[in-house]
């Protein structure tokens, strides 16, 4: 029987969402703990509700990486953090990311994608998936050549430990990996005042919004990096599979970005994310008591006939989409743009290069993850 969380790695997981969302919107679920929220309004709901915290209110840092500079780091992150602390430097972070140069970053991806082919007959797909994004946004950073590959290296092994399933061995490579982001990128966020790009717009965001804590800009600086790394790794990855599945490209220069970004709700990079409730939590009949978790199946709200008309369908260019995949209220991700610039001009170089998309499967198997719907290509 299939649980919402090993519905990720079906290779059609969409029509259990839409039993769930039809059948079963907001219910408890014994397979995974947790009561699911499925259909848009609950969604909605969930991601809204002041009583749901995005970590769990005992244990805002995981207890084994607590005292490391993983733990440092994971406790300043906006994504994992609650309260009026977070909704203030959330705004510094909103901004900084708002002024992300996309053009930029498509033309720093399209060169790394370049460079990759040439050194491979064959595309490097996890590279291209995984190493392109994350040394895109390095280098927005200011992580120029070597500095952009090593902190590539080092995401990787950091994102291990955000997952509860994380094991002892990969919260101490997350806190190794912590330590070294922090060298990488610390005297470039101390230098950052009289530079530009990303680290500049985020110590000026600070300066404007009288913020103090360097340190929590320095976590999130490495938090660019670390929401970078699997959703665009999935946005990528499941844009070349709808390319393999025979979706067309819109015409027009932005075609490329159309088609992303109705990958973003259709097959959505990140499938869901976790509440916990610190406070009674209502949603129509059922009420969630402190303690318990919610799970926001983001990916089946995306595909709720009431919230997107003929839902299943693949149309790039929707107007004025309900889309769930970057969240909402004071945690919505404000790297969609980013997202989607990276992806569009990944995808295009490697049509540009003459490779076929029929040389993928149309079902790709899928990489074990909790959240995650990333293709082994």
Same mark, same amino acid.
């Given at each position: ?98 002024? =992300?140069?996309? &053009? @930029? #970053?498509?033309?720093? !991806? %399209?060169?790394?994608?370049? *460079?990759? $082919?040439?050194?491979?007959?064959? +595309? ?39 997952? =509860?399933?994380? &094991? @002892? #061995?990969?919260?101490? !490579? %997350?806190?190794?990996?912590? *330590?070294? $982001?922090?060298?990488?990128?610390? +005297? ?44 665009? #790794? ?16 819109? +015409? ?126």
């Amino acid at each position: 029987m299939t649980s919402p969380i090993e519905a990720i790695r079906l290779p059609d997981p969409y029509p259990y969402y839409a039993t769930l969302t039809a059948e079963r919107p907001f219910a408890y679920d014994e397979t995974v703990g947790a009561w699911v929220a499925s259909d848009a309004a609950a969604v909605t709901a969930a991601l809204h509700a002041g009583a749901l915290r995005v970590r769990p209110p005992a244990e805002p840092v995981p207890a084994g990486i607590v005292g490391t500079a993983a733990g440092e780091v994971f406790g300043s992150l906006v994504r994992m953090t609650d309260g009026d602390l977070q909704r203030r430097l959330k705004g510094v972070v909103v901004e900084a990311l708002g002024r =992300a140069d996309t &053009t @930029a #970053a498509a033309a720093l !991806a %399209a060169r790394l994608t370049r *460079a990759s $082919l040439a050194a491979s007959p064959d +595309p490097r797909f996890e590279e291209l998936m995984f190493g392109v994004p994350a040394r895109v946004v390095a280098g927005l950073c200011g992580l120029d050549a070597g500095a952009d590959e090593e902190a590539a290296r080092l995401i990787g092994d950091f994102v291990q430990c955000i997952p =509860a399933s994380a &094991t @002892a #061995a990969q919260q101490q !490579a %997350a806190a190794r990996a912590a *330590a070294g $982001l922090k060298e990488l990128m610390g +005297p470039r966020l101390a230098a950052a005042e009289a530079g530009d790009g990303l680290l500049h717009d985020l110590v000026r965001a600070a300066q404007r919004a009288d913020w103090p804590d360097t340190a929590a800009l320095l976590a999130n600086a490495v938090g660019f990096l670390s929401q970078t790394y699997d959703a665009t #790794a999935g946005l990528i990855g499941n844009v070349l599979v709808a390319l393999a599945r025979g979706e067309a490209v819109p +015409p027009g220069d932005d075609g490329l970005a159309q088609l992303a970004r109705e990958v973003v709700r259709h097959d959505a990079p990140i499938q869901n994310t976790r509440r916990f409730a610190a406070e009674p939590f209502r949603h129509g009949d059922a009420e969630v008591a402190p303690g318990q978790t919610v799970l926001l199946l983001l990916a089946a709200a995306n595909r709720d006939p009431a919230a997107n008309p003929d839902p299943h369908a693949f149309r790039p260019g929707r107007a004025e989409p309900a889309v769930f995949t970057f969240g909402a209220a004071a945690h919505r991700c404000p790297g969609e743009d980013l997202a989607v610039a990276i992806a569009a001009a990944v995808a295009a170089e490697l049509l540009g290069s003459g490779w076929d998309p029929a040389t993928l499967p149309a079902r790709p198997d899928y990489r074990p993850s909790p959240n995650a719907r990333i293709p082994h290509l």
